[in-house]
Each structure stands twice: as C-alpha cells, then as structure tokens.
C-alpha cells in the first residue's frame, strides 16, 4: 500500500484549504486512517484520526471545529477540510495508515506513510 497526499499550497490567514490522500495498492483495508502534521519547531502532531470501519474521529484541540475529515472507501481516498486557516497551520501533512488494530493517537502507531504535502499560511 502507498500514500499519495496532495493539495497543499500558499494561502492567506482565514482561507481555506482541502487535503487529499490517496491510497494505492492491492487491498486498502486499514484500521484507521489519520493526519498528521509536522514542522521543526513542533515535530510531529496528531491533526485527525479515524476509524475506517465506523468513521469514528478524533481531533486535536487545535483544530476542533476549523478541520473535517472525511473518507471515501469506495475510492480509498482521505480528506482534511481545513478552514479558517491561521499562520500556525502552516506545516507539512503527512497521511498515514494503520493496518492492525490498536491506538490511532500517536506517529509511531501507523506503519504506512504518505510524503506530505506543504501547507503555507500568509498573515
């Protein structure tokens, strides 16, 4: 399996950005899907993660009610909806996936990753 994410770019403060990741390979049936993002100054954060059987999602507090995560199973897609973006979402977003059960709350949890795709947000 592998992970193409894309739909990164330079946006202003307040603009709108939506991430998608695209997953390929003979058989995509994973436990859970997530975003991460990652800057030299915070490493690697948690954004979102969900189950891929029931949807069930988790967020950080940093972006409870500004981002949305979707999927589409039938296509193995993943998506972020970011709005009201602000300068400290710029980082790089990494999808990911894990094929076993058990937590979807840290990096080190998934075994699968996409290259990321850069986010830039302007003030």
């Known amino acids: 399996v592998q992970l193409q994410a894309s739909g990164g770019g330079l946006v202003q403060t307040g603009d709108s950005l939506r991430l998608s990741c695209a997953a390929s390979?003979?058989?995509?049936?994973?436990?859970?899907v997530a975003w991460f993002r990652q800057t030299p100054q915070r490493g690697r954060e948690l954004v979102t993660a969900?189950?891929?059987?029931?949807?069930?999602?988790t967020y950080a507090e940093f972006v409870k009610g500004r981002f949305t995560v979707s999927v589409d199973s039938a296509s193995n897609m993943i998506y972020l909806q970011m709005n009201d973006l602000k300068p400290e979402d710029s980082a790089v977003y990494l999808c990911?996936?894990?094929?076993?059960?058990?937590?979807?709350?840290?990096?080190?949890?998934?075994?699968?990753w996409g290259q990321g795709t850069l986010v830039t947000v302007s003030s």
């Open positions: 990911a996936a894990r094929r076993d059960s058990g937590s979807l709350y840290y990096s080190g949890a998934f075994d699968t």
């Open positions: 390979g003979p058989t995509f049936n994973p436990h859970g």
């Open positions: 969900v189950r891929w059987k029931d949807g069930k999602t």
